[in-house]
T-cell receptor, first 115, second 115 residues
Framework: AQSVSQHNHHVILSEAASLELGCNYSYGGTVNLFWYVQYPGQHLQLLLK??????LVKGIKGFEAEFIKSKFSFNLRKPSVQWSDTAEYFC?????????????FGTGTRLLVSP | DADVTQTPRNRITKTGKRIMLECSQT?????MYWYRQDPGLGLRLIYY???????NKGEISDGYSVSRQAQAKFSLSLESAIPNQTALYFC??????????????FGEGSRLTVL
């Protein structure tokens, strides 16, 4: 079964610092990859997704992620974080062998940005 | 108005009580899902449905049941609630027609506390 690992459970940064959150998945076949964000007290919203083409994906609010197939990774990056980026971030994957029908989530990374 | 609406948003109940969480959507998607979110565990799939006549168990279906009353409605029931079912529950929808990638669209969540 596919699984998703997010190794950083809690990250604390100062404003303007650079961010990289790790995400690795276990499935070796064709996958679609997602990053979702959950701001305090809110539901999950899509930040960005990869399904084909350029492995460097740009999302909303200055976030980007790079799909490295050989490393089974889809790390999330932002060059300069803001206080408003304080949130929990979830990596997720669905796979061709399930018809891309079931999204499996990582355990999340809680980011705190101090002003 | 939200495209995916959950009711109630908050509920406190006692052990042994029957609880129903309801979800309705206006996105016209065929696929609907119920996830629960627990701190440090991310989101875990409880049940999912690909159309009105299709119900599938997810990874943590024990203690839960669902009903797909219509294309737009998918309810989650706890027949006899227990304290370890205290969690934040999310309904989600997806559309795999055309170029869709299986991206999920989430409701705003239902926070359930079982005393």
């Amino acid at each position: 079964a596919q699984s998703v690992s997010q190794h950083n459970h809690h990250v604390i940064l100062s404003e303007a610092a650079s961010l990289e959150l790790g995400c690795n998945y276990s499935y070796g076949g064709t996958v679609n990859l997602f990053w979702y964000v959950q701001y305090p007290g809110q539901h999950l919203q899509l930040l960005l997704k990869y399904f084909s083409g350029d492995p460097l994906v740009k999302g909303i609010k200055g976030f980007e992620a790079e799909f490295i197939k050989s490393k089974f990774s889809f790390n999330l990056r932002k060059p300069s974080v803001q206080w408003s980026d304080t949130a929990e971030y979830f990596c997720a994957v669905n796979a061709r062998n399930t018809g891309f029908q079931k999204l499996v989530f990582g355990t999340g990374t809680r980011l705190l940005v101090s002003p | 108005d939200a495209d995916v609406t959950q009711t109630p948003r908050n509920r406190i109940t006692k052990t042994g009580k029957r609880i129903m969480l309801e979800c309705s959507q206006t996105k016209g998607h065929d696929r609907m899902y119920w996830y629960r979110q627990d701190p440090g565990l991310g989101l875990r799939l409880i049940y999912y449905s690909f159309d009105v006549k299709d119900i599938n168990k997810g990874e943590i279906s024990d203690g839960y049941s669902v009903s797909r009353q219509a294309q737009a409605k998918f309810s989650l029931s706890l027949e006899s609630a227990i304290p370890n079912q205290t969690a934040l529950y999310f309904c989600a929808t997806s559309d795999l027609r055309g170029e869709s990638t299986g991206e999920l669209f989430f409701g705003e969540g239902s926070r359930l506390t079982v005393l």
